[in-house]
């Protein structure tokens, strides 16, 4: 076979087609079932008029026609745009208007959810079901596709505004899942768990990880942390990739881990935020032989660090460092390259660069820049500034440090302050609202709004916080709304927030 | 605190104010709603409410008591909390 260069070559690989591809629930499809769906997939979507290029939106609950219909998107020479399913209506709407999707795909089971949110706009709803009920795809004729043609949108928060749509190439695809792969040592032995969305980066990267080297790939829904130990167990998994909420849940809410040996479970990768150093501890403690791979990554750059198992032991705070193929170091505020022990920015070059921000060129150039120390005339490249501060040791592992703006990270979903502010306005019960993140022990940050009432009356606050749950997903919710009278501002007169995160957390302290 | 000022045996008060507080959309909080289906409590909700009953109420889960007939509605736990009180 030749190298892949295009999403869907991952498929033609020489794997035993009928070793399952992926798993869910009771159901189970094998390599030649997989990619007979993405063929009837492309072929439905190429009968239903898309052209190269043309977005469709994935807005389908967690399963395995959501895994298929990504594939089958790339085989059609489209640009798939997961939506998570955790969204709500208006959510699943600007995702879907923003990025211009010619295309939704979703079951019948929810037609009306989703009719509903994209009332009105110039596309077409498709249904998984329809595609399955073909007969053997037709041929599928479309305009091909090269390596640096966009494969994906994939919508993120920033510290404002609404979620921005994160453009990766075919070529950034690839190298994700050819990079981790390599360091996870992935063959097709291994059975991956997947309990996180495919609509953020590290989700999908551990689905094409698996498909690229012909393993299984688990889906999983879970509520209780001893409904992840039965599936560890039961489908005898070997890779398991969380968040720290994961990793607070199994130490700390899943009783069943501490009598279940899970002799298969070769490894497990955290990302999406810090790991509590006793979290760390207590993971080495219950888990014995798994190695432990803290990785940093960000979408804009898709993948970026990760420490070695073996040095989880020594610096358990740390993420690392590059990634194979790919080189990170920190800027300093003033440009310079910092030194060990002196705070920078993180920026990363290599092959898993997005293109950038979809439609938002102000955004996307301040994200990727030139190379700060190589100029474009003697082969500088573009380079990706994460925005999050880090700091260099000795040994060169980074170790993430914070944040220079106001961007939530919680349960590892990033969360506009603005938008969850804008939602709360638009209550009419405010006069000013700011939205902080406050240092939780199982979320990282929760997210807390501060709020001068609009009248004398005073507001009832669950209710305008049950309202708020039916346009914004359940992780941007505040837990509270705390009523003040005033909220401090800078010399300049804008909202002081890192004042009102000292204020609260001080209270916490003392 | 709300939970702090309350009897010791109104576990019902306490539970209720408690979801109401931390799952706004429960409230009003209502005997049988289903806490398990429906989204209203998350995963980390859960463990959550777990390290509640804990610390407010001293109850140290055990692998058994992770049952949805249980935890599955607010009565099955106000039930849960008295029996493993005593």
Not at chain 1, 56 to 84: M, T
Request: glycine share 10%.
């Amino acid at each position: 076979m030749t190298s892949p260069v295009l999403l869907h070559h991952l498929l033609e690989a020489a794997v035993d087609g009928a070793h399952p591809a992926v798993v869910h629930g009771g159901r189970s499809l094998s390599y030649d079932g997989f990619r007979a769906a993405v063929a009837r997939c492309a072929s439905h979507l190429l009968e239903a008029g898309l052209r190269r290029g043309d977005r469709v939106a994935i807005v389908l609950p967690r399963g395995i026609e959501e895994c298929w219909a990504i594939f089958g998107v790339s085989r059609a020479s489209g640009v798939f745009v997961p939506v998570n399913a955790l969204l709500k209506g208006p959510q699943v709407r600007q995702i879907v208007a923003d990025c211009g999707a010619a295309i939704v795909i979703t079951s019948r089971a929810q037609s009306a959810f989703v009719e509903k949110a994209v009332e009105g706009l110039p596309l077409r709803v498709l249904y998984v079901e329809d595609m399955e009920a073909r007969d053997a795809a037709g041929s599928v004729s479309s305009e091909p596709c090269i390596g640096e043609d966009l494969a994906a949108i994939l919508y993120t928060s920033g510290s404002t505004g609404l979620p921005k749509g994160v453009m990766l190439s075919h070529r950034n695809l690839l190298a994700g899942a050819r990079i981790v792969r390599t360091y996870l040592e992935i063959t097709p032995r291994d059975r991956i768990l997947s309990i996180l969305p495919l609509s953020f980066d590290y989700g999908l990267n551990q689905l094409l990880t698996a498909i690229e080297q012909g393993a299984t790939t688990v889906v999983f829904t879970f509520r209780l942390g001893d409904d992840i130990v039965r599936a560890l167990r039961d489908h005898e998994i070997t890779g398991l990739a969380g968040v720290p909420t994961i990793w607070a849940i199994l130490t700390q809410g899943a009783p069943l881990l501490r009598t279940t040996p899970l002799p298969a479970l070769r490894y497990i990768t955290n990302s999406g935020g810090r790991v509590p150093t006793e979290t760390v501890r207590a993971l080495r403690g219950l888990l014995g032989d798994t190695r432990i791979f803290l990785m940093y990554g960000l979408t804009e750059a898709f993948r970026s660090t990760f420490l070695p198992p073996e040095e989880v032991d020594r610096r358990p705070t740390s993420i690392g460092r590059a990634i194979p193929e790919c080189e990170v170091f920190a800027v300093t505020a003033d440009g310079r390259r910092a030194g060990p022990g002196e705070p920078g920015i993180l920026v990363h070059r290599g092959p898993t660069v997005s293109l950038g921000y979809w439609n938002r060129p102000e955004d996307t150039a301040r994200v990727l820049r030139p190379h700060p120390f190589r100029d474009a005339t003697v082969g500088g490249e573009t380079v990706c500034y994460s925005g999050d501060l880090v700091v260099q040791d000795e040994d060169g592992y980074f170790s993430f440090v914070g944040r220079d703006d106001a961007m939530i990270k919680s349960s590892g979903y990033r969360i506009s302050p603005t938008e969850v502010e804008e939602a709360l306005m638009a209550s009419g019960r405010f006069r000013q609202v700011a939205v902080v993140g406050l240092p939780d022990r199982l979320a990282g940050q929760r997210v807390h709004a501060v709020a001068v009432p609009a009248g004398a009356d005073g507001v009832d606050t669950q209710s305008v916080l049950r309202a708020l749950g039916e346009n914004l997903a359940g992780f941007m919710l505040p837990r509270a709304i705390e009523l003040v009278e005033a909220l401090p501002v800078t010399p300049n007169g804008k909202v002081d927030y890192k004042e009102l995160v000292r204020q609260r957390t001080q209270d916490v302290a003392a | 605190m709300l939970a702090a000022v309350m009897e010791q045996d109104d576990v019902e008060g306490v539970l209720y104010a408690y979801l109401e507080s931390r799952f706004p959309a429960l409230a009003p909080c209502d005997a049988d709603i289903p806490l398990l289906e429906g989204g209203a409590v998350d995963s980390l909700g859960f463990l959550e409410l777990m390290m509640f009953l804990g610390e407010r109420f001293g109850i140290e889960l055990q692998d058994d008591d992770f049952d949805p007939e249980n935890i599955g509605t607010p009565a099955r736990l106000v039930a849960f909390i008295r029996r493993a009180r005593r």
